[in-house]
């Protein structure tokens, strides 16, 4: 009788909160509403240290609070949100940690891919972002089989950072373009020579700009050069670059787009709000690329702490300084 009862009850508060919980949404929508959120998911060793739990439930209990953060945005009608799972910088804590991480991923991206999961309940695209051939062969097998049973998926989506840093995923990016430019370039046949150019310290420098500075010497009394000789440097200089510009097969510049459009993140758009727990205003080298103009919220909550209240404050804070934002997007 206290079961049912204590059942009958449970149900009766869940109710009242979803309810509540779409009221305030539907406030909420009426400003504008974020279309990306980034969260560093911060504190769930600390965690477990403050409530006398191992250090693996600490872990667990920030994938309940993941969970519920993930239906929470998708309720408020965000598409994208973006969580820091495990940094590159984290395969430096001791190996049995790592492993039990690796372990507790594996079974929760299992958990996220049954029928009854938030995944299918929202229509969730999952991307795992990072350097995945870092990671040990079940783990990545295991992702590899959640974004191919995703990928019809076209309402919302989930981006999962592991084995990422931004600092390795703008190096990736560049190493990218610029391989893409060589092969288009040699594909087409158009490598030359060598570039001739005067250099100084091994940097090229333009061959008007180095007369100028000898012409600049000499009016100056800083060199006993004569004006023949000079003359002759120049002109010297002169026909070795217009050579160059004929014989050389310079390859392109690299591009903002080039390098933008092999970013890992090239799949979403930038974050709208990037969200820190613990009160910890780092980055940690999380999204640099794309925080530019991204505000930062860090409540002092742990991740497993963190609330319905948490989001709702990051959320009104973006909406009351949308404007402003917009305005420095546009100067990017």
């Not at 430096?92 to 299992?110: A, F, T």
């Not at 930062?296 to 402003?324: D, K």
Request: charged fraction near 25%; charge should be neutral; proline fraction near 3%.
């Amino acid at each position: 009788m206290h079961k049912d009862t204590g059942g009958i009850t449970s149900n009766l508060l869940g109710g009242l909160c979803s309810c509540l919980r779409r009221c305030i949404f539907g406030i909420l929508s009426m400003g504008p509403v974020p279309n990306h959120i980034a969260f560093i998911m911060d504190g769930n060793r600390r965690f477990a240290k403050k409530t006398n739990l191992a250090e693996g439930i600490g872990h667990k209990a920030g994938f309940s609070s993941l969970i519920s953060m993930l239906r929470y945005c998708y309720e408020l009608g965000v598409k994208y949100v973006t969580v820091y799972a495990f940094s590159i910088d984290n395969f430096k804590r001791k190996p049995k940690e790592v492993q039990s991480l690796m372990e507790l991923m594996r079974e929760k991206i299992e958990e996220l891919l049954q029928d009854e999961s938030i995944i299918n309940e929202y229509g969730v695209k999952l991307h795992f972002i990072g350097n995945l051939q870092l990671l040990a062969e079940p783990v990545r097998i295991s992702m590899e089989k959640a974004m191919k049973v995703t990928a019809h998926n076209k309402q919302r989506v989930l981006l999962v950072c592991v084995a990422y840093t931004s600092s390795d995923e703008i190096v990736h990016a560049v190493e990218e373009s610029f391989k893409e430019i060589w092969n288009a370039t040699v594909s087409n046949g158009t490598i030359g020579q060598l570039d001739r150019s005067p250099k100084r310290n091994g940097i090229r420098v333009n061959a008007q700009d180095s007369c100028e500075d000898y012409a600049r010497q000499d009016a100056d009394g800083s060199t006993d050069r004569s004006g023949k000789t000079e003359t002759s440097s120049c002109n010297g200089m002169v026909e070795i670059a217009e050579e160059g510009k004929h014989d050389q097969g310079e390859l392109p510049a690299i591009k903002l787009t080039d390098v933008e459009k092999n970013m890992y993140m090239a799949v979403a758009p930038d974050p709208d709000i990037l969200i820190r727990t613990s009160g910890e205003v780092r980055l940690s080298n999380f999204l640099l690329w794309q925080t530019s103009t991204c505000p930062l919220y860090s409540p002092a909550a742990l991740w497993p702490e963190i609330g319905l209240r948490h989001l709702v404050w990051a959320v009104l804070n973006f909406q009351r300084h949308h404007s402003y934002l917009e305005k420095k997007k546009k100067q990017f």
